[in-house]
């Protein structure tokens, strides 16, 4: 196992080890650069060796984390979902990582090659991005998830876990590290901010003297807006998952209710959880209270209109900042519109570019929407909870990009990839 993280004291030994961090991991990326695929799924093969053989390790570290937070008294209960870990969300970060293993290596895959008149040959080739940056909150699994797809994709990373996964990251890291030695890869090439010193956050912003290339930054609104203001390199983020479950006026109810129930209670607390759900008037008849009772009777508090309010005394009425929050708990804002182009008109003012769906029998409205919601992902006849990168076949994301600059969508091993172009010549000189 690796050796124990040591502490730091002190915001000038902060910067000392933290600049120490950066040039090794910077000096790691070289390497990982170069690494023959064979060798990283070694390294892969023998991180999900170590994270099954160390899985009691991992959820004793685990056990105390969510010891401490549900003692501090301020912890949610969607916040202790996201923290905890548990034997088969262990096995998940072991899967995903044999998924992650499986998946073609990115790194020297040549995307487009052309010839031009004077003979010479253009080659557009992808590389890594060099050090990755991911700062998070309380999920623990996502130290696995970004270590194992910078990997992959030839890039080092820097992990700065939240406070309250401190131990839990430490576990999974130790299993990581593991992986890097048994195939001779450097160490460095995914480390572990040792510290709960928030300063750690301030000084990966700043790009630590130009080592960091990039920063993803995984939690709460609160984080991501101060990454998004503070940061001196780019960012792959989002800012908050405001997503809208769509009901057409052709839906059919029992998929609607399958789908509705799926996206809001599955899990309530991931950014992939629909937040508003949207029916047509036309289908209001039909469609909306079976949906409105369906959510109560699971738990759901349910904020309306006054059309959604009519359906059920137990409906509260939904207020303006109602349309624009994440909730990430039970509760969902409903709304009925006038048609798809109701619906788009809404997720355009309300939604967070995100994740959207709509549940539709006819074929042009459901064409229309996925063509005009601009979002980063779009479903029809689907659950939103399936934004995440392992349901994409990804193996795990580092997050889900909802800009529209290089990445958007769940961000995998290709996400992690930027290009150069090879030109290859016989002596060609420019007139």
């Given amino acids: 196992m690796a050796a124990p993280l040591k502490a730091v004291d002190g915001n000038a030994d902060l910067q000392a080890l933290m600049s120490d961090l950066a040039a090794k991991a910077r000096a790691a990326a070289r390497v990982l650069a170069l690494a023959p695929p064979e060798q990283k799924n070694r390294a892969l093969e023998a991180m999900e060796r170590a994270i099954r053989s160390n899985a009691a390790a991992i959820l004793a570290a685990n056990a105390e984390d969510v010891a401490e937070a549900r003692a501090s008294g301020n912890a949610t209960s969607s916040f202790i979902d996201r923290l905890t870990l548990t034997p088969a969300r262990v096995e998940g970060m072991a899967e995903g990582i044999a998924v992650v293993r499986g998946i073609a290596d990115p790194v020297g895959i040549v995307t487009e090659s052309w010839q031009r008149p004077n003979g010479m040959t253009i080659e557009r080739v992808r590389v890594p991005l060099g050090v990755v940056g991911v700062i998070f909150e309380s999920r623990p699994n996502v130290a696995a998830d970004a270590g194992v797809l910078c990997l992959k994709s030839g890039n080092a990373v820097i992990l700065r876990g939240g406070s309250d996964s401190f131990r839990s990251c430490r576990a999974i890291h130790e299993c990581l590290v593991q992986g890097l030695r048994e195939a001779g890869l450097p160490e460095a090439a995914i480390t572990l901010v040792p510290t709960r010193d928030r300063a750690a956050v301030g000084m990966m912003l700043s790009g630590l003297n130009g080592a960091v290339d990039v920063i993803v930054p995984r939690g709460g609104k609160s984080l991501v807006a101060r990454v998004e203001q503070e940061a001196r390199v780019p960012v792959f983020a989002h800012l908050e998952g405001v997503n809208h479950v769509y009901i057409d006026g052709s839906a059919d109810l029992t998929m609607a209710k399958s789908i509705v129930l799926n996206a809001k209670m599955r899990r309530t607390g991931v950014c992939g959880a629909a937040e508003t759900l949207l029916v047509d008037r036309a289908a209001a008849a039909k469609s909306l209270k079976p949906l409105v009772e369906m959510l109560l009777e699971a738990g759901c508090e349910v904020r309306g209109d006054d059309a959604v309010q009519k359906t059920d005394a137990r409906v509260k009425p939904a207020s303006e900042d109602d349309w624009d929050t ?40 459901a064409k229309k929407f996925l063509s005009e919601v601009d979002s980063a992902i779009v479903l029809h006849n689907a659950s939103t909870q399936f934004a995440d990168g392992g349901e994409f076949g990804f193996g795990a994301e580092i997050g889900i990009a909802t800009g529209r600059f290089h990445a958007r969508g769940p961000v995998g091993a290709e996400q992690l990839t930027s290009f150069k172009y090879r030109v290859h010549g016989t002596g060609q000189t420019r007139p």
Avoid: P
Wanted: a negative charge; hydrophobic letters at 45%.
């Fill in 326 to 365: 994440e909730y990430l708990d039970a509760i969902i804002a409903a709304k009925v519109v006038d048609g798809v182009d109701g619906a788009i008109a809404h997720i355009q003012d309300h939604g967070s570019h995100h994740t959207d769906a709509i549940v539709s029998e006819n074929d042009l409205a």
